[in-house]
């Protein structure tokens, strides 16, 4: 597979990534993430028990939804390599919300001879909650 | 109020050999098609030395000895806020890598907000290359517990 890499001279500040729409999060997932990190707390995929907690029904782990944002970011951001990323959590996902991504160029800089780009991003359900704020630094050398 | 003495405490550091079924497993969940992930000779096309972890797959070791990390501490998962997270990330760690991380309390400061008084903990956990010695990572995590 042939993969198209960035020239850091393409970059500039305001440009947008392409927004992604996900799939649903399914409870096949919730429940393949719970077993892929370890994290076995069971508002992720025991209904009841997610209720009893005051919860509508299970909700998504907040560092799944951090692998997706950091996902959606290296898949754009072909060539480059990460070198920070950042993420607050602002409202729950539930089982079964689709999230889209949407991102931009927040700053393009040069420090030490290398060349770095800072990009935004935003989480937001199909009702537009917004679910979450990532942010990366990434690095070009070219 | 949590007790400030865990301020610079420091958690017994932990090792860990990065299997590739653990990587493939984990890009599965997270719905990551990249074949770099599922694919050692994929990999090694785009420059890989083996099949390398996702950014996030230091998670479950942001928490050294995570079973006992909130019991040491003393929170209650009913007081518990997740404040965010940060990574640095300082060379590409690949499967067969066996990395020795550990986590301490970097600080705790209590502010107070609509919700009243709260303390804020920040917890570091800093991974590197048992072989090369190398630093991999650092995590850094934010938890809010409120009083």
Known sequence: ?142 | MLDRNFIGYEFEPSEVTIQSYQITQFANAIRDTNPIYYDLNEAKAQGFEDIPVPPTFFARMSYSGEKNFYATLGIDFKKLLDGGKEYNYYSQCVAGDTLVYQTKVENIVEKEGKRGKMDIISVVTQGKNKDTNVKVFDATITLIVFH
């Open chain 1, 1 to 142: 597979m042939s993969v198209k890499k960035f020239n850091f001279e393409e970059f500039s500040e305001g440009i947008e990534l392409p927004e992604v729409k996900n799939n649903p999060i399914t409870r096949v997932q919730l429940i393949d993430y719970a077993s892929a990190s370890g994290d076995y707390n069971l508002l992720h995929f025991d209904e009841s028990f997610a209720k009893k907690a005051g919860l509508k029904g299970c909700i998504a782990h907040g560092m799944l939804q951090a692998g997706m944002i950091s996902s959606y970011i290296l898949n754009w951001a072909k060539g480059g390599i990460l070198r920070n990323f950042k993420i607050r959590f602002l409202d729950v996902v539930n089982e079964n919300d689709i999230l889209t991504f949407k991102g931009k160029i927040v700053n393009k800089y040069q420090e030490n001879n290398e060349n770095f780009i800072e990009i935004s991003v935003v989480s937001k359900t199909q009702e537009n909650r917004i679910t979450s704020q990532g942010s990366a630094i990434i690095a070009f050398i070219s």
